[in-house]
């Protein structure tokens, strides 16, 4: 036997199961807090190590691990990257002090699990370069580097 429903209470019903679903979706949308946390980088500390590694070549080479991870820049398009290239102090260019060269490039940070990456690219974003650095026990260190290019 089927149950036959009024139209009055049909739309009683329907009323009250779209008022629960919208309730419940403004509920969670209230909770929702935004939070914006400073990141390692912004930290004192490594603002201090970050302007004394791009200014002291002693201090770069000291907090920069040899051999270090990273990759060189594609010299043409057959250039195959080398997944085992390590920079060595043999062939480390040092680092100089951000030049955005008047708005050509642009740098970011992120704060990734304790360890900060930069990125640094071109207005168009078809070069760029990434670096990272993790605080070891003996304080700041660089431990990874791509050299500028287009990847």
């Avoid at 036959?4 to 929702?32: A, G, H, Q, W």
């Avoid at 490594?46 to 590694?53: G, L, T």
């Avoid at 195959?80 to 955005?100: E, S």
């Avoid at 992120?110 to 070069?127: C, H, M, N, R």
Wanted: proline share 3%.
């Amino acid at each position: 036997m089927l149950y036959k429903i009024k139209p009055i209470k049909l739309f009683l019903i329907i009323s009250l199961v779209c008022f629960n679903l919208f309730s419940c979706k403004n509920r969670n949308t209230e909770t929702v807090v935004e939070t914006k946390a400073e990141g390692i980088y912004d930290s004192a500390e490594f603002q201090d190590f970050y302007q004394k590694y791009s200014t002291d070549s002693a201090f770069q080479m000291e907090h920069t691990v040899f051999p270090l991870e990273g990759m060189r820049s594609m010299q043409d398009s057959l250039d195959i990257p080398d997944p085992n290239f390590r920079w060595t102090q043999d062939n480390w260019r040092l680092h100089k002090p951000y030049d955005d060269m008047n708005g050509t490039y642009s740098r970011e940070f992120v704060d990734f699990a304790g360890i900060v990456v930069e990125k640094i690219s071109d207005t168009s974003g078809q070069y760029t370069m990434e670096r990272r650095f993790r605080k070891l026990s003996s304080g700041w260190h660089l431990i990874y580097y791509r050299e500028m290019g287009r990847y």
